[in-house]
């Protein structure tokens, strides 16, 4: 009578249809954070290296256990066998052996080194350059030739050459857009560079890649690929304002139809931030201090018209915003953005009505 089957058979059983499962769920193509398609030029050389190394592993892996299954049933041993032929110091053999691997080495070697110089320094030609500050734990981004300062999230227009300078305001992180870039770490004290051209348009996850603290999961951030005339009304809206563009000239944003009780909400919203000690840490359009410093927090301008808050963890919707100011800490445990003291409903309302009109 036949038993049913061990835990370990029936694992088995299962195996061929868990190792098709997986590769299904690794060729989806809207994996997000996949660097198997990339996205960019920097990426494409990243990956072909990655591809050009599996090759020549599995070449080394079908010879070598080719070999070992070879002998071992071939030269299996048996009852009463005599001592087998000794080959110890063959020189045919020590020669192949030698000369096999170090061709391998040499065919991984040279576009290993090809791929390390073209991608360890800036990009020269016509660039566009953003710098990168890395925080704890959200990013900041400079346009430092458009008179730009956003956070979290940036933007780069398609088929052009972006170089990214970075640096980090704390401790050390890693910047890491998988599907543009290989992973670099960002250092206080020290700039590194990093580039890529995007091919395609559309959102691209990033997140920090270094342990940086109790946050660093939720450390990440959107690459927005535009095409180039969306890139430029992008650069034109952001400049709205900016004390970069027209020497500290505040201009409010008041695009779009008004009407009095959202503009009375907004301007309550306004005095509350300034009040509220907001300013101490964030700059923002129409305040005083509207970017040209590096604050702690990250710079709000704009904050209406991005797609996420919260270093990319909550979609940017009036009651996520309402959810993080009325306790950040339960959101996003440890953060440092610490409340002066608890807000009211109505204060949230004033505030969400004021960060949501600045787009
Ligand atoms: Cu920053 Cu991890």
């Known amino acids: ?164 300078r970075m640096t980090s305001a704390d401790l050390i992180h890693s910047f890491w857009v998988p599907q543009f870039a290989g992973k670099r770490d960002v250092l206080p004290g020290r700039h590194n560079p990093l580039w890529f051209k995007a091919e395609v348009t559309g959102s691209f996850n990033g997140q920090c890649a270094e342990f940086c603290g109790v946050q660093h999961a939720r450390m990440s951030f959107v690459l927005h690929v535009d095409s180039a005339a969306a890139f430029e009304a992008w650069v034109a809206n952001e400049r709205v304002g900016s004390p970069l563009v027209n020497s500290g000239r505040v201009v409010r944003d008041t695009t779009g139809p008004r009407d009095a009780a959202a503009d009375s909400l907004e301007r309550a919203g306004q005095a509350a931030f300034t009040a509220g000690g907001c300013l101490g840490c964030h700059a923002m359009v129409g305040t005083p201090l509207a970017g040209t410093t590096s604050l702690k927090g990250p710079n709000l301008s704009h904050v209406g018209s991005r797609t996420t808050i919260v270093a990319g963890m909550l979609q940017n919707t009036p009651d996520n915003l309402a959810r993080w100011l009325s306790n950040p800490d339960s959101v996003k445990p440890g953060v440092l953005m610490i409340l002066p003291r608890k807000l009211t409903s109505g204060e949230i309302a004033t505030l969400v009505a004021y960060l949501r009109s600045h787009r």
Not at 101 to 117: G, Q
Not at 127 to 156: C, K, M, S
């Open 1 to 164: 009578m036949e038993t049913s089957p061990g835990p370990s058979r029936r694992l088995l059983r299962i195996a061929p249809a868990l190792c098709l499962l997986l590769l299904i769920a690794g060729c989806a193509e809207n994996y997000p954070q996949t660097t198997l398609l990339p996205r960019g030029d920097f990426g494409r050389m990243v990956d072909s290296l990655f591809r050009t190394t599996v090759f020549w592993a599995a070449i080394v892996f079908v010879l070598v256990e080719g070999a070992l299954l070879f002998a071992i049933f071939k030269f299996r041993g048996r009852p009463d066998d005599p001592e087998p032929r000794q080959v110890h110091g063959h020189t045919g053999l020590e020669v192949v052996w030698t000369i096999i691997p170090a061709f391998i080495l040499v065919m991984i070697a040279v576009p290993t080194i090809k791929t390390i110089f073209r991608t360890s320094d800036y990009a020269s030609g016509d660039v566009i350059t953003v710098e990168v500050i890395g925080h704890q734990w959200w990013w900041e981004f400079r346009y430092p030739d458009l008179g730009i300062v956003t956070a979290n999230e940036f933007r780069v227009p398609v088929d052009r050459t972006i170089n990214l």
